[in-house]
């Protein structure tokens, strides 16, 4: 009986598990084969061993896109967080028009990136001008006029708080949902008990959706490390490298550079980050939980 059950449930897993080892591990293979080789995917390949990692290791424009890479992670994961949180716990606060209010939330999510980069790149345009420059011309601001997307200093946070605003209400959905799986007599045990709205949220709420934002945590990461479309379209890593990301700079390495040797190295050295990442995120979380009990 054990043996039967057991050879059900690999029927169940198995078109998953095929679908995943096509497109994630035998990408990852082949980008591993393609790395120790020197080629531009026409001519001959030369076998040149971990010369392409030696290189990506004293590549500063590497070095670079991987510390914007770190930034774009780093604010990215906390304004989602924080962002999709905060909507969801602002639906749980309203009756009518919920759904509206939902699914106006979740437009951006379903708009394409390249429709999104547009609006942006039209609302910080300089010339013509654009919504961002009227608004501070009337406000007196005026001096303050700008390209702020030509900007290095602040090309690389308006990247990253766009890509947040894309996605963001898809943490808004997963917080809501958990949210709305709470027993309700908990809740009103809890207001039984004295406890206000915000004291219902940090005692009862959030403790209970513990498990679903760690699992969001974690997905969120590793996906802001894989980050490409937002930055690519809205400035192309620029001005300069200043919002050069991992992910774009392996794009151009192999089809602008067409060096893909090269950039399949840098393809396994990202999909490793998002490895240790997650498996680092997972120790941490496994540690407080034991720390808890």
């Known amino acids: ?11 169940y897993v198995l078109p998953a598990l095929i679908l995943f080892t096509l497109l994630v591990i035998v990408p990852i293979i ?6 120790v080789f020197k ?3 026409i ?9 392409n990692y030696v290189r990506m290791w004293n590549d500063g424009l590497f070095r670079r896109a991987f510390v914007n890479n770190l930034i774009f992670a780093g604010l ?11 909507m969801a716990i602002l639906l749980m606060s309203i009756t009518r028009f919920r759904d509206f209010v939902k699914v106006a939330y979740f437009i951006p999510c379903v708009i394409s990136s390249v429709a999104i980069c547009q609006i942006f790149a039209k609302l910080f345009a300089l010339n013509p ?26 090309a690389l946070v ?6 947040a605003y894309k996605f963001c209400a898809i943490y808004m959905v997963i917080y809501f949902s958990a949210f709305m799986g709470i027993d309700a007599q908990l809740l009103e045990a809890a207001e039984l008990d004295g406890a206000n709205w915000w004291q219902r949220y940090v005692h009862v709420r959030f403790p209970m959706i513990r498990t679903v934002f760690l699992i969001s945590l974690v997905v969120l990461i590793s996906g802001t490390l894989k980050g490409f479309d937002v930055s690519y379209i809205l400035t192309g890593g620029g001005p300069g490298a200043s919002s050069e990301l991992v992910s774009t700079y392996m794009y151009k390495t192999i089809f ?14 990202l999909a490793v980050e998002c490895l240790l990442a997650v498996a680092i995120m997972q120790r941490l979380f496994r540690s407080s939980g034991q720390e808890r009990m």
Request: glycine share 16%; no cysteine.
């Open 1 to 11: 009986m054990s043996r039967s059950r057991s050879a059900s449930a690999w029927l």
């Open 30 to 35: 082949w980008s591993l084969s393609f790395s």
């Open 39 to 41: 080629w531009n995917g």
């Open 43 to 51: 001519g001959a390949k030369v076998f040149i061993g971990i010369g």
């Open 76 to 86: 990215g994961t906390v304004v989602q967080v924080v962002l999709g949180m905060g």
């Open 129 to 154: 001008e654009g919504v961002f420059n009227a608004l501070l011309g009337a406000a007196g601001l005026a001096a303050w006029k700008g390209a702020p997307l030509s900007d290095p200093h602040l």
């Open 158 to 163: 308006i990247v990253t708080l766009v890509d």
């Open 256 to 269: 602008n550079s067409l060096n893909f040797g090269y950039g399949s190295a840098i393809a396994v050295f």
